[in-house]
């Protein structure tokens, strides 16, 4: 059942490496370009998005069925391994949340390039016509 994690994990870092070449200064030709590329990518790989979210449903489902060691009953292995698995729990809802809240952010980024772009061309062709009437 590790798989899912490690390509969560994987996708995590893929979508955080993503952000930051989008937010880093570049120049004009090559912030099109790697904007182009994400905005196409970005259709396809929405996919995570139901699949973190599945992901966090079963975490739910198991912590909401998994046998409690709380009382004296319970020796230091069970109280530790209850502990662990509790942990492990955290780690991947941050996993997905992060995967989802990235996923967004490049999305929001991708969608801030195409507005200035296109306000841009919009300013161009507004001076362009002014320069004609006078």
């Known amino acids: 059942m590790a798989l899912q994690w490690m ?56 912590n909401e069925h998994r ?20 942990f492990k729990a955290q780690r991947n809802v941050i996993l997905c949340v992060s995967a989802c809240l990235l996923y967004w952010c490049i999305f929001r980024i991708c969608k801030y390039n195409k507005d200035i772009k296109a306000l841009e061309e919009t300013e161009k062709r507004l001076k362009e016509e002014i320069h004609e009437n006078h």
């Open 7 to 62: 390509i969560l994990a994987c996708v995590v870092a893929a979508e955080a490496a993503v952000a930051v070449m989008l937010t880093l200064p570049a120049p004009r030709a090559v912030r099109k370009q790697i904007v182009g590329l994400t905005s196409m990518l970005l259709q396809p790989f929405a996919g995570i998005l139901p699949f973190a979210a599945f992901q966090l449903l079963d975490i739910y489902w198991k």
């Open 67 to 86: 046998l409690m060691c709380t009382s004296e009953i319970c020796t230091a292995d069970e109280r530790i391994r209850f502990e662990k698995s509790i």
